[in-house]
């Protein structure tokens, strides 16, 4: 269940909340919206590290292409080789 109270409520008990987001995001609502989330620098990394820019075949360079073309895969992914047949 996803936490959540009201600005008033997180600036009168901060140290309480953010012990609390450190396990569980807290939603923080101002007038009755959800404005803010509070969350561990954890999480937020792990949903950084998500971050992708789509792109459309237009927009590819040449560069690019030939960064991709001339890239090898590491070792490890020997591993995942069954999945392709």
Do not use: C
């Not at 600036?11 to 396990?23: C, E, M």
């Not at 609502?29 to 937020?44: I, K």
């Amino acid at each position: 269940m996803v936490q959540s109270a009201t600005a008033g409520e997180v600036s009168k008990a901060f140290g309480r909340f953010s012990r609390q987001a450190l396990v569980e995001p807290l939603t923080i609502t101002n007038r009755g919206d959800e404005a803010l989330v509070l969350m561990s620098m954890q999480e937020y990394t792990r949903l950084k590290s998500r971050d992708r820019v789509a792109m459309s075949l237009d927009e590819v360079t040449q560069e690019m292409r030939d960064a991709v073309a001339a890239s090898k895969a590491p070792e490890e992914s020997k591993a995942f080789n069954h999945e392709l047949d």
